[in-house]
């Protein structure tokens, strides 16, 4: 048969959702009974987003084998419930880098080197790579930025480059577009897609499926309108509106028939449809019998991207337990303000998650602290756990100065410090200590109950760990270490004894979350904090 591709590309204006079109229409697929395996470009010079500011980009997305990605990877991951890698990511960086490498190297044979063909047989290399080292039927190649903008323009022509060498059949591209509402007379207007398709078509691509982002369901004299002056087909311009939960984007592709399009357009076998237990799943997601209100204290609250593994843990934890999540989300720095002060009076759990440097430290102890104080369900994650770790030190152990060397470098108690292989390092790119690790679990803990297992894997990014010279005095006064690496030098896990709930992990969780299988921490923080407001409402 052959590997298909489709392409996913946007117009008009970023943030439209094109990972969760493609993630999507990945999804549709594989219920189909088809292997699919999902990639994102980004047509960036940076290398990967390893030093990227969630203010400006949302979250960093790690993979089990240490890639930080974008945060796009987690929704392929997410709703394919598949774990990618590092060559699931391309950026310009990656593409140039690996392109100078063979220049240096000698294997042009003294050509010039060019963006044709070099760069653009580089690009069509990696996609090809990618779908043939997962086994792939379908690959879903996802084209961030926006038509139109000159770094994407090698991407696309190694895309028209690749669609004419593969055939019509196994190669698809799917144009992602804005229909805005103007006016009293709240038409749909479908100007900027013409436009966004007629520059599209310049670059020598007609798209095959037009996915039209609005408010409401696309109108039908809209939907004809776009089929009319792209030249596609009506079955072929789908309605994608504005959701309550992302979960819900396959359903509405799946309903608007588009996976039979899909399917009959690549000359493959139609295979009923095979949601129900999605629909199920969403079912919860839509319609909870409870809810819980989880305040997160975080350092990057203007941009919501920045923690969007931790909602979407919280979402599918939330599922399992018929529960909604309510999010109380606080800026760190504000935490003194009164009305949020007493947020935390509110919250029936609290979740401190990662974040580097020391802006907003002191208001996260001081929320850390409560939950301690008042028993309130506690979930701190990376920095979280080892803010956790420096509040009981303060707080119990009576060593007031108690810090991260991260912070205060001069400090009397370093409770958290550099990890000794960071010590010397000059570069900040992909240097951390990444991905997928083994972590040992006490027998008859927490987290051994959580996760059923006492040798689990999850994946990390941190630079300092908690200082071996603290672990037995914290742990002689309740807060007990009951998950460490393999060779038993660094500590994983931190649970405090006596307290309903009350756990610090190192590794990030949220990463491994999956709609049907929720991250086990979370779903115990929900969990708890289901308990926590049942009990206070009696």
């Known amino acids: 048969m052959g590997m298909k591709v489709i392409v996913v590309s946007g117009g008009?204006?970023?943030?439209?959702?094109?990972?969760?079109?493609?993630?999507?229409?990945?999804?549709?697929?594989?219920?189909?009974?088809?292997?699919?395996?999902?990639?994102?470009?980004?047509?960036y010079l940076n290398f990967d987003a390893g030093t990227l500011n969630p203010f400006e980009h949302g979250e960093v997305f790690v993979l089990d084998d240490g890639c930080e990605a974008d945060l796009d990877l987690g929704n392929y991951e997410r709703f394919l419930d598949t774990n990618l890698a590092s060559d699931n990511v391309v950026t310009t960086g990656k593409v140039y880098g690996a392109v100078i490498e063979k220049e240096r190297a000698g294997n042009f044979l003294g050509k010039t080197v060019q963006i044709i063909p070099h760069i653009t047989n580089e690009i069509k290399s990696m996609i090809s790579n990618v779908g043939i080292k997962a086994g792939a039927e379908v690959t879903i190649v996802e084209l961030g930025g926006t038509v139109g903008d000159i770094e994407s323009m090698p991407f696309l022509e190694a895309m028209r480059q690749m669609h004419a060498e593969m055939g019509h059949e196994n190669f698809l591209f799917v144009h992602t577009t804005l229909v805005p509402v103007l006016g009293t007379l709240q038409e749909q207007k479908t100007k900027p897609t013409q436009h966004s398709v007629r520059e599209l078509r310049a670059q020598g691509i007609q798209p095959d499926v037009i996915v039209a982002r609005s408010e409401k369901p696309l109108e039908d004299?809209?939907?004809?309108?776009?089929?009319?002056?792209?030249?596609?087909?009506?079955?072929?311009?789908?309605?994608?509106?504005?959701?309550k939960s992302i979960y819900q984007v396959p359903?509405?592709?799946?309903?608007?028939?588009?996976?039979?399009y899909l399917l009959k357009r690549m000359k493959l076998d139609l295979k009923p449809d095979g949601l129900e237990d999605w629909k199920v799943f969403l079912g919860k997601v839509m319609k909870p019998k409870h809810e819980v209100k989880i305040m997160l204290v975080g350092k990057y609250m203007d941009q919501r991207d920045s923690y969007m593994s931790h909602y979407e843990a919280f979402t599918h934890a939330g599922a399992m337990l018929d529960t909604s999540v309510k999010f109380l989300r606080v800026e760190a720095e504000s935490l003194s303000k009164?009305?949020?002060?007493?947020?935390?009076?509110?919250a029936d759990g609290i979740l401190i998650p990662g974040g580097f440097g020391v802006?907003?430290?002191?208001?996260?102890?001081?929320?850390?602290?409560?939950?301690?104080?008042?028993?309130?369900?506690?979930?701190?994650?990376?920095?979280?756990?080892?803010?956790?770790?420096?509040?009981?030190?303060?707080?119990?152990?009576g060593m007031a100065d108690a810090n991260s060397t991260e912070f205060d470098a001069q400090t009397a108690h370093p409770v958290v410090d550099f990890l000794p292989e960071q010590k010397g390092l000059t570069k900040k790119g992909a240097t951390m200590r990444l991905g997928a690790q083994p972590v040992l679990v006490d027998e008859g803990s927490r987290t051994a109950e959580l996760y059923g297992a006492t040798e689990i894997s999850e994946r990390h990014r941190h630079r300092y760990e908690i200082n071996p010279h603290y672990i037995d005095m914290i742990q002689e006064k309740g807060l007990k270490f009951t998950g460490r690496s393999p060779d038993g030098k660094r500590m994983e896990v931190a649970e405090l004894q006596g307290h309903p709930y009350f756990i610090g992990c190192q590794f990030h969780?949220?990463?491994?979350?999956?709609?049907?299988?929720?991250?086990?921490?979370?779903?115990?923080?929900?969990?708890?904090?289901?308990?926590?407001?049942?009990?206070r409402a009696r």
């Open 12 to 43: 008009v204006l970023s943030g439209l959702g094109k990972g969760i079109t493609s993630s999507s229409i990945g999804c549709v697929l594989k219920a189909r009974g088809l292997k699919v395996t999902a990639m994102k470009i980004d047509p």
């Open 221 to 243: 004299g809209a939907r004809r309108k776009i089929a009319l002056f792209c030249d596609v087909p009506v079955e072929a311009v789908v309605s994608a509106p504005d959701a």
């Open 251 to 260: 359903i509405f592709l799946e309903e608007q028939g588009l996976t039979d």
């Open 338 to 346: 009164a009305d949020n002060r007493a947020l935390l009076k509110e």
């Open 359 to 397: 802006r907003g430290t002191e208001e996260k102890i001081d929320a850390i602290r409560f939950a301690r104080e008042n028993k309130v369900p506690f979930l701190g994650v990376c920095l979280g756990f080892q803010l956790a770790n420096v509040e009981f030190a303060r707080h119990v152990l």
């Open 509 to 535: 969780p949220e990463f491994k979350s999956r709609p049907k299988r929720p991250a086990p921490l979370h779903l115990g923080l929900v969990k708890a904090a289901l308990e926590f407001s049942q009990r």
